[in-house]
């Protein structure tokens, strides 16, 4: 089993950047493929970013390709998401989880209980 924390949401001007982080606890973080995804209030979960267990592969959402940047540190068990040229609409609660590497949120079994990121216009 593994527990997902998330941090490094707050609020931002446009154009500014933030850098989530995901913790996890547990000896088989590296067993695990690492998705970010986020929803905005009246919004389904929408997929965001994800990484390979070894963290070879990587896959973006259309929307924030070329803008974010998802890596992992096995070693020290955590995910970031570099999150540059942030727009009004990237706005949400966003959460990490750990499954199997797709974009469906069903494929993941844990998730973070997920931190803020506001960006102002």
């Known amino acids: 089993q593994v527990q997902l924390v998330e941090s490094g949401g707050g609020l931002v001007q446009a154009g500014g950047s933030l850098r989530l982080s995901c913790a996890a606890s547990?000896?088989?973080?590296?067993?695990?493929?690492i998705a970010w995804f986020r929803q905005a209030p009246g919004t389904e979960r929408e997929f965001v970013a994800a990484i390979s267990r070894s963290g070879g592969g990587t896959y973006y959402a259309d929307s924030v390709k070329g803008r974010f940047t998802i890596s992992r540190d096995n070693a020290k068990n955590t995910v970031y998401l570099q999150m540059n040229s942030l727009k009004p609409e990237d706005t949400a609660v966003y959460y990490c989880?750990?499954?199997?590497?797709?974009?469906?949120?069903?494929?993941?079994?844990?998730w973070g209980q997920g931190t803020q990121v506001t960006v102002s216009s």
């Open positions: 547990g000896r088989t973080f590296s067993s695990y493929a």
């Open positions: 989880a750990a499954g199997v590497f797709s974009v469906l949120a069903g494929s993941y079994n844990y």
